[in-house]
């Protein structure tokens, strides 16, 4: 089976002025879940994401010209 990176297009992000404190209880609780932090964030971010989806909420970003 593939992992999830071989079949998706990934990019890089630099998240910048996250307070130290919240680093260090995400960090906490990527340690809790046994999970490292960069794992441990997306995960968040593709529960959140499809939590907003469910309640009805449309993400699309407007397509440039191209």
């Known amino acids: ?3 999830p990176q071989e079949n ?3 990019i890089a992000y630099l998240l910048r002025d996250i307070p130290q404190e919240v680093m260090d209880k995400m960090r906490a ?3 809790i879940h046994k999970l490292p932090a960069k ?3 997306r995960q968040l971010f593709e529960s959140h994401i499809k939590d907003l989806e469910r309640k009805g ?3 699309s ?3 440039g010209k191209g």
Do not use: H, N
Request: net charge positive; charged share 20%.
């Open 1 to 3: 089976m593939a992992s």
């Open 8 to 10: 998706e297009k990934l």
């Open 29 to 31: 609780a990527a340690a």
């Open 39 to 41: 794992k441990y964030i």
């Open 57 to 59: 909420v449309t993400l």
């Open 61 to 63: 970003l407007p397509r």
